[in-house]
């Protein structure tokens, strides 16, 4: 009956021994619990209803409990925590009582679930209190309504943003705080009696259709949802302001629909310039790294890139991807590298802000280029290094451009021409080693004297200083020939160009002049020339053309004027007249030929030595008498010494007539003239020198003197010198012509000596 009773009970009834084991556990238990007897029987209880936390506490009571039959738990009721099987707690009221069985403890415990009890309790217990509460709330509303008011006005005045509120239907902002004023010039009461065009005038045309827009969105929001807009507003002075706008519902319509919407905007007019600025500088800076001509990288402390941008790439032929994975040592040249890691350790050591150096990179193929690096370090806001930063910049056409004026400076220096700077007023500001060379003086003697002190010889029409100016004044170089005498007093046959030098704005800021000592070439031109001349056919048949041409056409005319007039009866004197100049023009044809065919007689000279005394001797008495006639008087001296010539006596002969003719022809019309003739010996050849005192001869007449046909007299044929010339150069000997107009000519003849001297 017992159990019976205990297996119907709605209570759980639990049995456990001294151990805490369960020995009964009836069908409430099982369903209060989710186990079922068997699950449970002969296992200690706590494991299966206690929570976790609890078990402790639980061993320890059991303990005592076996061993007194007394326990805190024993002999009362209390509520605890329990734990289903389906791990779900819930409230449990407990009764235990202590038995003893065949000299053991026993407990037996009835369980009530109370926790439906428990929640009712709670909530009588807890709607108690709110009505004690609104209670009292009550009391203070009209105190609490008047301090809320005033606070929410002071909020609302507080607030940095400019809070409103829109009247959907009335079109009119019917609250505004004081910001309205402070931030938009706009009072609140006079906003209030702004209608809907005369707001709509304040918004900007470009965000008026999305504010329009807006109004759709409005009628889908829900409470508390807040919706964001950027718009301008203009101010009460015509000033547009970008204001941030966070609007809500704050009233709605019986239908639920908004009538009233809250908004709170915020002026952002200033942080979107920052905002716009701040873009701008990004975007400078990201341009000048992506697109700008310098190159750019990042590298770590162990040198190692980090980012280079794409001129850097292009400068070094690599990818991009290549440099990040290089190190700054892998495209420097070895030897800058101990300098540039000195530079980076001052930088990092915080010595210095920033370096600069010039270095070489290696780029992909090998080839090395000049770079100027400036390195400075981009550091946190503690200041800590965060990275390297290097601009290169290509200054290998730099560097080229100084590579090559070294060069050329060195060449300037070494030139075996003179080279001399001068300023615009002719001051010498540089001259070079062959300067020295050719003029004799040294480079402190020049600086600072002006170069148009120096004298010239004009070769031709214009003086230096005239072509000097003109350099400045046209900007045109000028080449031309100079006579200059040396610090010794050696004349020296130049060849000048003076040349323009202009700074890079085109101005003309200093004159170079470079000098060319010509008289050796000058002397080996002149006997080639005198070799070539005969060669040049065209040149000598169009002077025969001139030279024969000229009488043959007299003639001619004069034949065809006595043929016409023969018969119209002619006076014996005209006719004598026209007779004798066709046989005046013949016998100059006659000359000519002769002329001619003597050159041709001694083409290929016959070379021997010629005793000196007898041969002079021999010529001087050959014209002795034709000259005395003019009234000439001719000297002949010969040094002791000169023995032998090494020549063809006949074509020296003819040389020495035709040199000695010229004089006589000078001479005419002179008083006191005289012709003197000197034998010298010199190292290996015997001078002749032929000086007269005739009317001289101007510097262009010595330029010409030997060019075939070239004569100033009416009957000249202009052949005389170039045949001796070339006479002298067939013998290996050099003939010269010197003189000064109004006071003489002297013909120095170089013959190769002869005999034991040869
Ligand atoms: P030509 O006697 O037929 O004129 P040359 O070749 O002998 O031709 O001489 C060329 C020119 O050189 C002469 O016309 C003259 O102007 C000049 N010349 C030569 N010798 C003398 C001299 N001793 N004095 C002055 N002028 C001279
Ligand atoms: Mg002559």
Redesign the pocket.
């Known amino acids: 009956m017992l159990a019976a009773f205990a297996s119907a009970a709605p209570d759980a009834i639990v049995h456990i021994d001294g151990g805490g084991r369960v020995l009964f556990w009836n069908n409430a238990a099982e369903k209060m619990f989710g186990y079922s007897f068997d699950e449970v029987r002969g296992k200690e209880l706590h494991l299966f209803v206690l929570p976790q936390e609890y078990h402790d506490i639980y061993r320890s009571g059991i303990k005592k409990f076996t061993e007194t039959g007394e326990g805190p738990a024993i002999g009362k009721t209390y509520e605890s925590v329990a734990v289903k099987k389906d791990k779900t707690r819930f409230q449990v009221e407990i009764s235990t009582t202590a038995a003893r069985l065949e000299g053991n403890w026993h407990a037996i415990a009835i369980l009530r679930d109370v926790s439906k009890t428990k929640a009712v309790e709670n909530s009588l217990r807890e709607s108690n209190i709110l009505l004690m509460e609104e209670i009292k709330k009550r009391d203070e509303t009209e105190e609490f309504l008047r301090e809320s008011q005033h606070f929410v006005q002071s909020i609302a005045d507080l607030n940095p943003n400019v809070l409103f509120i829109y009247d959907l239907a009335g079109h009119q902002v019917v609250y505004s705080n004081r910001q309205m004023l402070k931030i938009l010039g706009y009072d609140s009461s006079e906003i209030k009696k702004f209608d809907n065009w005369t707001l709509v005038k304040l918004i900007h045309p470009d965000d008026l259709p999305s504010l329009i827009s807006m109004k759709e969105r409005f009628l889908a929001l829900k409470d508390g949802e807040i919706l964001e807009i950027e718009y301008r507003m203009k101010d009460s002075r015509g000033q547009w302001h970008w204001l941030r706008s966070r609007d809500t519902v704050f009233t709605r319509n019986p239908d639920g629909s908004p009538s009233r919407i809250l908004g709170s905007a915020l002026d952002v007019t200033e942080q979107k310039a920052v905002e716009k600025a701040l873009l701008e500088r990004e975007e400078r800076f990201r341009k000048i790294f992506e697109e700008g001509p310098i190159g750019i990288a990042l590298a770590g402390r162990d040198m190692n890139f980090i980012k280079v941008n794409p001129a850097l790439c292009r400068m070094l032929g690599h990818t991009e991807d290549e440099l990040n994975s290089m190190s700054v040592a892998d495209i420097s040249h070895p030897d800058d590298m101990r300098l540039n890691i000195q530079k980076r350790e001052l930088l990092y050591s915080g010595d210095i802000p920033y370096f600069q150096m010039e270095k070489r990179y290696i780029r992909k193929d090998g080839t090395l280029i000049w770079a100027n690096l400036t390195g400075s370090l981009v550091r946190d806001e503690e200041g800590s290094p965060l990275y390297f930063l290097g601009m290169i910049e290509d200054i290998s056409a730099r560097k080229k451009v100084e590579e090559d004026k070294a060069l050329l400076a060195a060449a300037v220096e070494s030139s075996v021409d003179a080279m001399t700077v001068a300023g615009l007023e002719g001051n010498i500001q540089y001259v070079n080693e062959s300067f020295e060379r050719i003029s004799g003086s040294t480079k402190d003697e020049m600086l600072g004297t002006n170069i148009k002190d120096m004298t010239r010889n004009p070769g031709q029409e214009a003086s230096f200083e005239d072509v000097f100016n003109a350099t400045i004044r046209t900007g045109n170089p000028w080449t031309g020939r100079f006579q200059i005498n040396n610090k010794d007093g050696v004349a020296l046959m130049v060849e000048e160009t003076i040349a323009p030098v202009r700074d890079y704005m085109g101005q003309v800021t200093n004159v170079v002049v470079i000098t060319r000592d010509i008289t050796e070439k000058l002397r080996l031109e002149s006997i080639a020339e005198a070799v070539n001349t005969m060669d040049n056919i065209g040149y000598v048949f169009s002077g025969i053309r001139h030279e024969i041409g000229n009488p043959v056409s007299s003639i001619k005319m004069a034949l065809s004027v006595l043929k016409t007039k023969m018969e119209s009866g002619f006076k014996r004197e005209v006719i004598d007249t026209y007779l004798d100049r066709a046989l005046a023009e013949l016998s100059r044809m006659e000359y000519l030929l002769k002329m001619l065919k003597s050159f041709n007689v001694h083409e290929t000279p016959e070379l021997k030595d010629v005793e000196i005394i007898p041969f002079i001797d021999n010529f001087h008495s050959l014209i002795v008498e034709d000259f005395k006639r003019k009234g000439i008087k001719i000297m002949t001296s010969i040094q002791p010494g000169a023995e032998y010539f090494y020549a063809d006596p006949r074509a020296l002969q003819q040389v020495l007539l035709?040199i000695v003719?010229?004089?006589a022809?000078?001479l005419k019309d002179r008083t006191a003239p005289r012709i003197d003739i000197k034998i010298v010996k010199m190292p290996g050849h015997i001078l002749i020198h032929i000086q007269?005192n005739?009317?001289?001869?101007t510097p262009n007449?010595l330029r010409d003197?030997f060019r075939p046909f070239?004569?100033?007299?009416p009957e000249?044929?202009?052949?005389?010198?170039?045949l001796a010339r070339k006479m002298v150069t067939k013998m290996n000997g050099t003939i010269e012509?010197s003189?000064e107009q109004g006071v003489g000519?002297a013909?120095d003849v170089f013959i190769p000596e002869g005999g034991d001297g040869k």
């Open positions: 035709n003719t010229n004089a022809d000078a007269d005739g009317c001289g001869m007449q003197a070239y004569t100033t007299k000249g044929t202009g052949l005389g010198l170039m012509i003189g000519t013909v």
